[in-house]
């Protein structure tokens, strides 16, 4: 490890820290931990949304896939780009209006909780209960990827370069909640743009141009500038469906949440877009090129998602490097911190404060929050402890839990009038078990990716539970009248 690597390295993550440190002393109470006193500008809530989004596997699983696939992985990045448009367009404002219109809801369980008057807080439990679960699971494909990243760019072995980036990640999120999670993801969106700008240009211009890196390919695979290569229509389904876990993100919806005013959020959402189009398509490029000058070069990689890392040492000089590999840190860390968030709100808001203590103290709740950011972390370490996993397969399986578990019911609840708690429940539980039992199942019909056949399971179940049992009260169909005038204004 050259010098200059590790210094631009360890200055970026003191800086992280920092932040952190700075909001520490700005916060007040558990709005102000859990989603910042709902003031975050366009700017920030857009790339903050962003990084927390594409986590480690846009500068691992993405060029990985594009690299080992070949241009049918890029069916993925179409599913999402669209998927994320539509989040924007149709979520984003209405779930803020109705969150703050709902005794202004700071968390996902407490906005089903009040727009379903779910007074035995039964669906509150089964919500966190749900991410929970599902974020163990994506919280520790973060720290496989930072892992990673560590034992590649320090020559560390893996359980030194696991303990190492926990440590930091869980550091500023203990210290500074929400504010230090949105400006330090601030920060690290704009780091992974230009990280993804910078070196497909370069790895294009060291393979001899776009031509020539094409005709590279073709020669050792042809198979792999093939749109349709070996893809059935399940395959082309399955990675398009990627798109539909948007809905469903307990740590991209919260960003909606959270902004100062909903009149925003159109500005938000073309600087989301932009940085997302800019950032997937530098991935795939990374990737596709990447395989390109492997080849040419004659080099040996054996773990297809470490293709930016390989790239980034062999073709910059050491200080750039540094700053391209704090970008990977940067993609793993703005995802971590805001799963982290959400699991300790949940456990504080939504369980110990809504069930077991609702006389706690704000100074009580800030600190339970911080408690449980550390204990979620040691289990999604020790998930984590094996090398082996795969940060894509981590992440699409706990993508696919929260979008059949609540993007059906996210949106309906926002657009349809008369769905109720029963109808939210067996939404909730039809989508995470059809996850869960369709994954293990492998072959025909069954390849298909698990978030399709739960979001549409859910969905079913949402509108058919709602005609049976007790309706809604005329005060939440009052309200719910009351947002869609505010939305038509």
């Given at each position: ?92 404002k209405a779930l803020r209006i109705y969150t703050h219109r709902l ?340 072959g025909g019909l069954f390849d298909l990716y698990e978030l399709l ?37």
């Open positions: 490890m050259e010098l200059p690597v590790l210094i631009s390295f360890s200055l970026y993550m003191i800086m992280m820290i920092g932040i952190g440190i700075y909001f520490y002393f700005k916060t007040d109470d558990l709005s102000d931990y859990v989603l910042g006193g709902r003031g975050l500008g366009p700017g920030v809530t857009a790339l903050s949304a962003g990084a927390s989004d594409m986590s480690g596997w846009l500068l691992l699983g993405l060029p990985g896939l594009m690299y080992s696939d070949g241009i049918v992985g890029s069916w993925i990045a179409i599913g999402l780009i669209i998927g994320a448009f539509l989040n924007w367009q149709y979520v984003a005794s202004d809801s700071i968390t996902i369980p407490d906005y089903f909780s009040n727009r379903f008057e779910d007074k035995g807080n039964i669906l509150r439990v089964v919500t966190a209960v749900v991410i929970l679960l599902f974020y163990t699971l994506y919280t520790s494909s973060g720290l496989v990827g930072g892992a990673k990243l560590f034992e590649a760019a320090f020559n560390l072995d893996y359980s030194t370069a696991l303990l190492i980036g926990s440590f930091v990640i869980v550091s500023y999120t203990f210290l500074g909640g929400y504010n230090a999670v949105s400006w330090t993801d601030f920060i690290q969106g704009i780091l992974m743009m230009l990280a993804l700008v910078i070196t497909p240009l370069v790895v294009i211009y060291h393979v001899g141009g776009v031509t020539e890196g094409v005709r590279i390919i073709a020669s050792v695979d042809p198979a792999k500038l093939d749109m349709f290569n070996s893809a059935s229509l399940i395959g082309i389904l399955s990675l398009l469906a990627w798109g539909l876990g948007y809905f469903g993100q307990p740590h991209i919806l919260v960003r909606f949440m959270s902004i100062r005013h909903e009149d925003e959020m159109h500005r938000a959402k073309l600087v989301g877009m932009s940085w997302m189009i800019l950032s997937v398509v530098g991935s795939l490029a990374v990737g596709f090129f990447g395989f390109a000058y492997v080849v040419a070069e004659g080099i040996n990689l054996n773990d297809s998602e470490k293709i930016f890392i390989t790239l980034t040492q062999l073709l910059f000089n050491p200080w750039i490097a540094g700053f391209l590999l704090a970008a990977i840190l940067a993609a793993i860390m703005s995802t971590i911190d805001s799963q982290l968030l959400v699991s300790s709100s949940v456990l504080t808001r939504d369980i110990y404060h809504a069930i077991l203590r609702k006389d706690a103290s704000n100074r009580e709740l800030v600190w339970i929050g911080r408690v449980t950011v550390i204990i979620i972390a040691i289990i999604a370490w020790y998930i984590s402890t094996d090398k082996d996993s795969s940060v894509l397969q981590l992440v699409a399986y706990a993508w696919a839990g929260f979008g059949a578990a609540f993007g059906p019911l996210v949106i309906l609840s926002l657009y349809k009038r008369n769905i109720t708690r029963l109808g939210a429940l067996a939404g909730m539980i039809t989508g995470s078990v059809t996850v869960i039992i369709w994954k293990p199942l492998e056949p739960g979001f549409v399971f859910a969905w079913l179940a949402i509108i058919l539970f709602s005609k049976i049992g007790t309706q809604s009260s005329d005060e939440t169909l009052k309200t719910f009248d009351e947002v869609h005038q505010s939305l038509k204004a």
